[in-house]
Each structure stands twice: as structure tokens, then as C-alpha cells.
């Protein structure tokens, strides 16, 4: 029942709302990874576009003026994770804040020796469990450089990891995928990429992904979307786990437009 009434109010929504054409055509045509779309792809991805716009709120901080062209960017960006997923993988917060450029997050620990730290910090972005995406504008504006960077889809894949808790690089699968196949996949990757990070050895994928798991699913997140034949030539299996997890197939995409 509460599936249907989802439906129809959402029904109701795309009735309504209205995205206006040409910003729409800009947001598509900015990415290599939304100008490969088919047809039906990117109508499905205007249409979550619009139901994303009209559940979360994208705000400026900083003095930072947000208007509509910037929440369409981010929005299409952000969309992409869940172009054959659904909404409600975005469920259970409503808040994107944009700063201008970095901003400085503030952090409390206590280390193994019992030693309490406050550590400041400046941000390209941030995903808080249960709360706001923040992002910097600046860093948001790099996206598709050909480099693999994607601020916006690096903290959105946050919040995909944080369904299930802390964000672990550990997102909840699909029943077709095993937790065993993603475990061994990505932990053999992870562990690989270290070694070469460690050894001072250059890298295709972004070297942040060796911090920790986490921020490996993340960064590789980016690159699969944003250099996804880099990622299927230096990691097949993880490309494989996140085409079954995202239910996409970049690769294929870019191929065919070529």
C-alpha cells in the first residue's frame, strides 16, 4: 500500500513539476558520462531529477548564491548512482549544502592510547550519516576532467555505503549479489592499490582511495562513472561488482557513442 501511494504522489509530482528545457540540454551535454545516455536513459534520469529536486533542498553556505542551473548539476550528478535504482536509495535525510570552495570540518577523536583530539580540516566535500551532503562548488565544477574526480558522486556514494551504517565500502547488494563475491573483490583491489600507493608507484585510480575502504568505494565510484575503462582494465573485478551494484554499464555506454 505505502508502495502504490509512493507511486501515485510521485505520479503527481512529474505531472506538476517542470525542469526548464534548456537547462535541462546544458546539465546533459556538460558530462561525457550523461551525454552517452540513450533515449529512455536520460528521460528516466530527468524524471528522478525532478522527484530529487523536489525532496531534498540544495542551499548555499558562505554567502554562496545556488541557483537553479548549479541545483540541476548537482542534482543530474547525483542521479546517475540511481539512474536504475530507485529515489528511496536517497532516503532518510533531505539537506545538500554548497560552499563556495573548500570549507574547514571539525572533527573529535579519541586515538588507541586514550588521547582525545580535535583535528580541523579543509573539505572538498562531506556526507554526514542521517544528515547533509556538503559540498565545495569549486571542487563540484572539476567533475568530468578526464582525471576520474567527481566530488558530487564521491559523496553521494557515501550516502549509498551509509544505508546500512557507518560508511564501510560495504553498501547494501542486491539479492543477486553475494556479500562473499563483493568482500573478496573489493578487498583483494583495495589491498592492491595500498601496496602501489605505499610504494610510491603511480596509479591511475585517485591514491585518496587508499585511506581507507570507504573512501575507496567511493573514489572508484567516480572513476567508474567518469573514467569507467580505466577502472574495468586495472580492476575488472570491481568493475564487475559495481556494474551489478549500479546496475550500469558506463564502459559500454562510452563505447557505443564512440
Same mark, same amino acid.
Given at each position: 500500500?505505502?508502495?502504490?501511494?509512493? !507511486?501515485?504522489?510521485?505520479?503527481?509530482?512529474?505531472?506538476?513539476?517542470?525542469?526548464?528545457?534548456? =537547462?535541462?540540454?546544458?546539465?546533459?551535454?556538460?558530462?561525457?558520462?550523461?551525454?552517452?545516455?540513450?533515449?529512455? #536513459?536520460? *528521460?528516466? $534520469?530527468? &524524471?528522478?531529477?525532478? =522527484?530529487?529536486?523536489?525532496?531534498?533542498?540544495?542551499?548555499?553556505?558562505?554567502?554562496?548564491?545556488?541557483? &537553479?542551473?548549479?541545483?540541476? =548539476?548537482?542534482?543530474?550528478?547525483?542521479?546517475?548512482?540511481?539512474?536504475?535504482? +530507485?529515489?528511496?536509495?536517497?532516503?532518510?535525510?533531505?539537506?545538500?549544502? /554548497?560552499?563556495?570552495?573548500? %570549507?574547514?570540518?571539525?572533527?573529535?577523536?579519541? +586515538?588507541?592510547?586514550? /588521547?582525545?583530539?580535535?583535528?580541523?580540516?579543509?573539505?572538498?566535500?562531506?556526507?554526514?550519516?542521517?544528515?547533509?551532503?556538503? $559540498?565545495?562548488?569549486?571542487?563540484?565544477?572539476?567533475?568530468?576532467? @578526464?582525471?576520474?574526480?567527481?566530488?558530487?558522486?564521491? #559523496?553521494?556514494?557515501?550516502? $549509498?555505503?551509509?544505508?546500512?551504517? +557507518?560508511?564501510?565500502?560495504?553498501?547494501?547488494?542486491?539479492?543477486?549479489?553475494?556479500?562473499?563475491?563483493? *568482500?573478496?573483490?573489493? !578487498?583483494?583491489?583495495?589491498?592492491? =592499490?595500498?601496496?602501489?600507493?605505499?610504494?610510491?608507484?603511480?596509479?591511475?585510480?585517485?591514491?585518496?582511495?587508499?585511506?581507507?575502504?570507504? #573512501?575507496? %568505494?567511493?573514489?572508484?565510484?567516480?572513476? %567508474?562513472?567518469?573514467?569507467?575503462? /580505466?577502472?574495468? +582494465?586495472?580492476?575488472? @573485478?570491481?568493475?564487475?561488482?559495481?556494474?551489478? %551494484?549500479?546496475?550500469?554499464?558506463?564502459? *559500454?555506454?562510452?563505447?557505443?557513442?564512440?
Amino acid at each position: 500500500m505505502l508502495s502504490a501511494f509512493r !507511486t501515485w504522489r510521485r505520479g503527481r509530482i512529474l505531472g506538476r513539476a517542470a525542469l526548464d528545457d534548456s =537547462l535541462w540540454a546544458a546539465a546533459t551535454g556538460r558530462y561525457s558520462f550523461t551525454r552517452s545516455l540513450s533515449a529512455d #536513459e536520460r *528521460a528516466r $534520469l530527468r &524524471d528522478l531529477v525532478v =522527484l530529487f529536486l523536489h525532496e531534498k533542498t540544495i542551499t548555499g553556505a558562505a554567502e554562496l548564491a545556488v541557483d &537553479d542551473e548549479m541545483r540541476v =548539476l548537482i542534482a543530474a550528478q547525483a542521479c546517475m548512482l540511481i539512474l536504475n535504482l +530507485d529515489l528511496d536509495w536517497y532516503r532518510g535525510w533531505a539537506e545538500i549544502i /554548497v560552499y563556495p570552495d573548500e %570549507f574547514v570540518a571539525e572533527h573529535d577523536y579519541v +586515538d588507541e592510547d586514550g /588521547v582525545a583530539h580535535n583535528v580541523r580540516e579543509p573539505m572538498s566535500g562531506e556526507s554526514w550519516l542521517a544528515g547533509p551532503v556538503i $559540498l565545495s562548488w569549486a571542487d563540484a565544477e572539476q567533475a568530468d576532467g @578526464g582525471g576520474g574526480y567527481n566530488v558530487v558522486v564521491h #559523496e553521494f556514494a557515501h550516502k $549509498l555505503d551509509m544505508l546500512n551504517g +557507518d560508511a564501510n565500502g560495504f553498501p547494501p547488494l542486491h539479492r543477486d549479489m553475494t556479500r562473499a563475491d563483493w *568482500a573478496a573483490t573489493f !578487498t583483494d583491489a583495495y589491498r592492491d =592499490l595500498c601496496r602501489k600507493v605505499d610504494g610510491r608507484r603511480q596509479t591511475r585510480i585517485d591514491p585518496y582511495a587508499a585511506e581507507s575502504p570507504a #573512501e575507496f %568505494f567511493a573514489v572508484l565510484s567516480e572513476a %567508474f562513472f567518469e573514467i569507467p575503462g /580505466v577502472v574495468r +582494465d586495472d580492476y575488472p @573485478g570491481v568493475y564487475g561488482q559495481l556494474a551489478a %551494484f549500479y546496475r550500469q554499464d558506463p564502459a *559500454a555506454r562510452l563505447e557505443r557513442q564512440i
